[in-house]
């Protein structure tokens, strides 16, 4: 009894090798029939071949996508030289689908080549799908693994549905339908979304990693922006609001649609671009400095050694950029010969040092200053080296915006013959009328 179940099991266990071994060998049958039926299967093709390839471009849910770039690239020949070319670009339509005709020029079956490369793109991707000329199947499909549906509902404030409107998204275009709808596939990832609307455009950043429902409401905002000079007087400018221009000394803008307009102010040869968020601030201020800075209580100090030329720089005004120090220079003249110099800064002041010239030598100097919108002022000064050295010994400078002739300096003049000329003369007149008078009383 022991024995016929120990065969039984025996007898099990072969039948169960058996059904596994069949099992696999079906297995590798249909795996067989497969390869050989697919693609993958290099049958070759023949010289001069034409075919006609029917594609189909799907999402990940086999949904067609429009607008998909299609070319398609194969060996036209190789004795004459022309090797692989690529097929005009086509875009697909509403359901996805195209056809396209190769045709293959080669005469040698031993130089014809079969491979042939598909390629699709779409927001930004790119999907190749490579067949065998003469040998494929009726449709190719080309899918996009990671595409997805966007729907997009467009709103105005009130909610109200904003219509028949051509909105961007990506790099692509789509009209919204009456009830402010609009559905488009598109690839995972960020998706930029801009909508034109109250004379501006609305953009949105909208993250998909599956379908994705979204409702966009526009937004507004108000903005008031002005213009003045660097001491808070109004200016007329040229002010550009997206693709709005206006003229004045500012604009004041009820309701637009945008968080970060992009705003440009033009005085004359002079522009600014302000950042504007309109969430954290609606009135904006846009100076100009117009007025150059003034250089002040020039003095020249003096040692046995050194010579000093000391200034101050001002640039008044509540919106005054400031003097621009790398822009200071003083420029001097020795004997006809000019040197520069850059001052530094101490204790508010500027100075530049220089050797003393020699005893009465006239000392030329140009003081040039900058203010950091780049208004220029300038101040001529002169100083006579003489034998005691005294600070402050020097000829009144003139002011002088945007450069000044120097004034030459009053050179001292010898009046003691004058003093002695106009002495005899006044002798001689008083003899004449001593004289006149005297003959008048001889003759009474």
């Given at each position: 009894?022991?024995?016929?179940?120990m065969?039984?099991?025996?007898?099990?266990?072969?039948?169960?090798?058996?059904?596994?071994?069949?099992?696999?060998?079906?297995?590798?049958?249909?795996?067989?029939?497969?390869?050989?039926?697919?693609?993958?299967?290099a049958?070759?093709?023949?010289?001069?071949?034409?075919?006609?390839?029917?594609?189909?471009?799907?999402?990940?849910?086999?949904?067609?996508?429009?607008?998909?770039?299609?070319?398609i690239?194969?060996?036209?020949?190789?004795?004459?030289?022309?090797?692989?070319?690529?097929?005009?670009?086509?875009?697909?339509?509403?359901?996805?689908?195209?056809?396209?005709?190769?045709?293959?020029?080669?005469?040698?079956?031993?130089?014809?080549?079969?491979?042939?490369?598909?390629?699709?793109?779409?927001?930004?991707?790119?999907?190749?799908?490579?067949?065998?000329?003469?040998?494929?199947?009726?449709?190719?499909?080309?899918?996009?693994?990671?595409?997805?549906?966007?729907?997009?509902?467009?709103?105005?404030?009130?909610?109200?549905?904003?219509?028949?409107?051509?909105?961007?998204?990506?790099?692509?275009?789509?009209?919204?339908?009456?009830s402010?709808?609009a559905?488009?596939?598109?690839?995972?990832?960020?998706?930029?979304?801009?909508?034109?609307?109250?004379?501006?455009?609305?953009?949105q950043?909208?993250?998909?990693?599956?379908?994705?429902?979204?409702?966009?409401?526009?937004?507004?905002?108000?903005?008031?922006?002005?213009?003045?000079?660097?001491?808070?007087?109004?200016?007329?400018?040229?002010?550009?609001?997206?693709?709005?221009?206006?003229?004045g000394t500012?604009?004041?803008?009820?309701?637009?649609?945008?968080?970060?307009?992009?705003?440009?102010?033009?005085?004359?040869?002079?522009?600014?671009?302000?950042?504007?968020?309109?969430?954290?601030?609606?009135?904006?201020?846009?100076?100009?400095?117009?007025?150059?800075?003034?250089?002040?209580?020039?003095?020249?100090?003096?040692?046995?050694?050194?010579?000093?030329?000391?200034?101050?720089?001002?640039?008044?005004?509540?919106?005054?950029?400031?003097?621009?120090?790398?822009?200071?220079?003083?420029?001097?003249?020795?004997?006809?010969?000019?040197?520069?110099?850059?001052?530094?800064?101490?204790?508010?002041s500027?100075?530049?040092?220089?050797?003393?010239?020699?005893?009465?030598?006239?000392?030329?100097f140009?003081?040039?200053?900058?203010?950091?919108?780049?208004?220029?002022?300038?101040?001529?000064?002169?100083?006579?080296?003489t034998?005691?050295?005294?600070?402050?010994?020097?000829?009144?400078?003139?002011?002088?915006?945007?450069?000044?002739?120097?004034?030459?300096?009053?050179?001292p003049?010898?009046?003691?013959?004058l003093?002695?000329?106009?002495a005899?003369?006044?002798?001689?007149?008083?003899?004449?009328?001593?004289?006149?008078?005297?003959?008048?009383?001889e003759?009474?």
């Amino acid at each position: 009894m022991k024995c016929d179940n120990m065969w039984k099991k025996v007898l099990n266990r072969e039948s169960m090798k058996k059904l596994v071994m069949l099992s696999l060998l079906k297995k590798l049958f249909i795996f067989a029939l497969l390869f050989f039926a697919s693609d993958a299967f290099a049958a070759s093709c023949e010289a001069g071949f034409t075919d006609t390839i029917n594609i189909k471009v799907i999402d990940y849910k086999y949904r067609p996508i429009e607008n998909a770039k299609v070319t398609i690239t194969y060996q036209k020949d190789q004795t004459t030289g022309k090797g692989y070319v690529t097929t005009n670009p086509r875009y697909t339509p509403a359901d996805g689908k195209l056809t396209e005709t190769i045709r293959n020029i080669e005469i040698f079956d031993n130089k014809v080549r079969c491979d042939v490369t598909i390629t699709a793109e779409y927001d930004g991707e790119i999907v190749d799908k490579k067949i065998t000329a003469e040998s494929h199947y009726a449709e190719i499909i080309v899918r996009f693994e990671d595409a997805r549906l966007l729907s997009l509902k467009i709103v105005d404030k009130l909610g109200a549905p904003i219509a028949n409107t051509q909105i961007r998204i990506n790099e692509m275009y789509k009209n919204t339908s009456e009830s402010g709808q609009a559905n488009i596939i598109v690839n995972m990832g960020i998706v930029e979304v801009a909508v034109p609307y109250l004379s501006g455009v609305i953009t949105q950043d909208i993250e998909v990693t599956d379908d994705t429902s979204y409702t966009l409401q526009a937004k507004v905002y108000a903005m008031n922006l002005e213009v003045v000079d660097d001491r808070g007087d109004p200016l007329v400018a040229h002010i550009f609001v997206e693709d709005q221009e206006y003229e004045g000394t500012g604009v004041e803008i009820k309701e637009i649609a945008l968080q970060n307009p992009y705003v440009k102010v033009v005085y004359g040869a002079l522009e600014k671009s302000p950042p504007i968020d309109l969430v954290m601030e609606t009135n904006y201020v846009v100076s100009f400095d117009i007025t150059p800075p003034e250089i002040k209580n020039v003095e020249v100090e003096r040692d046995e050694d050194d010579l000093r030329i000391r200034f101050f720089v001002y640039d008044y005004g509540t919106y005054a950029t400031g003097p621009n120090l790398d822009e200071t220079t003083v420029s001097y003249t020795i004997g006809g010969i000019t040197e520069y110099a850059v001052p530094y800064v101490d204790s508010g002041s500027y100075i530049v040092e220089m050797p003393t010239p020699p005893i009465n030598t006239l000392l030329r100097f140009t003081i040039t200053t900058y203010d950091m919108e780049g208004n220029m002022n300038t101040v001529n000064g002169q100083y006579l080296v003489t034998p005691e050295a005294e600070n402050g010994d020097i000829f009144p400078p003139t002011n002088e915006t945007n450069g000044g002739e120097e004034q030459p300096p009053t050179e001292p003049e010898d009046n003691t013959l004058l003093i002695i000329i106009g002495a005899v003369v006044v002798v001689v007149l008083a003899y004449a009328v001593w004289s006149y008078v005297r003959g008048l009383t001889e003759e009474e």
